[in-house]
């Protein structure tokens, strides 16, 4: 698996997850289990530093400031 999400790329991830779980545990409870899903993916996707939506169309944002 070659790496395919940059530095930019990883550090926006990694916020949204981290906000979409500080909104999850404020929130009110419906529909929590979308944003878990969400904010699981983006955090899966950050720390393997690879997005499979990227691979098909041969994207990447690796060295791209």
Not at 18 to 40: M, P
Request: hydrophobic residues 50%; aromatic residues 16%; contains cysteine.
């Amino acid at each position: 698996m070659k790496r395919n999400v940059g530095k930019r790329d990883w550090l926006i991830r990694v916020l949204l997850s981290a906000a979409i779980a500080a909104f999850t545990f404020i929130g009110n409870g419906e529909g929590k289990i979308w944003f878990y899903s969400i904010g699981l993916i983006l955090l899966a996707t950050a720390g393997l530093r690879f997005c499979p939506l990227y691979w098909p169309f041969r994207w990447s944002t690796v060295g791209k400031l």
